[in-house]
């Protein structure tokens, strides 16, 4: 399991990307590895929960997003092995 954070760089530059930032987060859905996308408050950037997927695809997924490859936000990826979870997340150990 991932947990990413992608905190803001250059703000300014994210609406002339917001549209190919979305479909890279609907692909993340559509191929099972997001969980959940939200935001890092006050309006700092976002987070992600991600599983399914190696360390390598994750770090190659993230290059992938339009805002990390323009620069307006930083990314990184903390690596998780769960080892207590509440029932409802169960499917995550593994």
């Known amino acids: 399991m991932f947990v990413i954070t992608l905190r803001f760089a250059d703000k300014t530059r994210a609406p002339q990307f917001m549209d190919g ?8 859905f559509d191929d099972g590895v997001f969980l959940l996308v939200g ?9 992600i929960l991600a599983h399914n997927a190696s ?6 997924r993230v ?6 490859a323009q620069g307006i936000v930083s990314a990184e990826i903390l690596a998780i ?14």
């Open 21 to 28: 930032h979305n479909a890279w987060i609907r692909s993340g």
């Open 39 to 47: 935001s890092l408050e006050p309006k700092a950037g976002g987070a």
């Open 55 to 60: 360390a390598e695809e994750i770090e190659a």
């Open 63 to 68: 290059k992938d997003d339009p805002f990390v």
């Open 81 to 94: 092995a769960p080892g207590r979870t509440d029932e409802r997340l169960a499917f995550l150990k593994g």
